[in-house]
């Protein structure tokens, strides 16, 4: 899905108090509408700094361009109603039942053609909750909920405006394989509607299967932007990882990473 809603990042810059550069001079290929396109590398590679320079939440210098315009300018209204990001964790000390902060999500930043009236925005969220099969956790407190209940709850808070960018901070890290499927899915589904989708997987695994596209970041810098089965080859995981691996192919036609027994020096 080639056209005006792609993303192009250039020359972004990025870091904290004391560490100002922890991404340097970035530049990808465009990302694509309707694709999948995960974030991978090393811890303090830049991932999460990454999300974090897209979504304004740091300070960042250099272009994000989509529509011929640069994100990096946009007020931060305008960048909440394009950008949606997921955190790796829901904080666990929420009171708010799910429903509730559905609609405190979709409030705090509405979408122009969304009535901000309590019916309309609860008849949304409900909507949103029967689509993704959690309709059961609806009146649930946040901070009774399982891990992958409050991922997929933290995912439906971030879709609930329709964001045309998701990005997703490791939604899958310390859940069981039915919600790692289960989030993935949704993913997947919601990223056929032409969105654009970055997630950090620091499963390779993961990537390989779920992912269209993959950049593979190294010292603050993409170390290569492609297919997976093109970015994860034996050599880029012996450079970028420092361990030995074999690249197989399984049964469903998917490849994945064999990690050999001991690292190299």
Do not use: C
Not at 172 to 201: C, E, F, N, P
Not at 212 to 231: F, M, Q, S, T
């Amino acid at each position: 899905m080639k056209g005006q809603r792609e993303v192009y990042i250039k020359q972004l810059t990025a870091g904290y108090p004391g560490k100002p550069g922890i991404i340097r001079q970035l530049t990808t290929r465009p990302l694509q509408p309707g694709m999948i396109t995960a974030l991978a590398g090393p811890n303090a590679a830049g991932k999460s700094t990454l999300l974090k320079s897209i979504t304004g939440l740091i300070p960042a210098h250099g272009e994000i361009i989509m529509d011929q315009k640069n994100i990096l300018a946009f007020p931060v209204l305008k960048r909440a109603k394009l950008i949606s990001y997921m955190p790796q964790y829901l904080p666990f000390d929420i009171s708010l039942s799910v429903v509730e902060s559905l609609v405190a999500s979709l409030k705090a930043s509405p979408l122009d053609q969304i009535s901000t009236k309590l019916p309309e925005v609860k008849k949304r969220a409900f909507d949103l909750l029967e689509e993704m099969d959690i309709m059961h956790l609806a009146t649930e407190p946040i901070n009774n909920l399982s891990g992958g209940q409050r991922q997929l709850v933290s995912l439906a808070q971030a879709i609930i405006r329709e964001p045309e960018i998701l990005l997703l901070d490791e939604p899958t890290s310390a859940l069981d394989l039915h919600y790692q499927v289960a989030v993935m899915k949704w993913v997947k589904q919601y990223a056929r509607r032409g969105k654009i989708i970055l997630i950090v997987l620091h499963d390779i695994n993961m990537a390989l299967r779920w992912a269209d596209e993959a950049i593979l970041l190294h010292n603050g810098k993409v170390y290569r932007h492609d297919k997976p089965g093109a970015v994860f080859t034996k050599e880029a995981i012996r450079e970028v990882y420092h361990v030995d691996a074999d690249i197989e192919s399984t049964g469903s036609g998917h490849l994945q990473v064999i990690v050999k027994d001991q690292p190299f020096d």
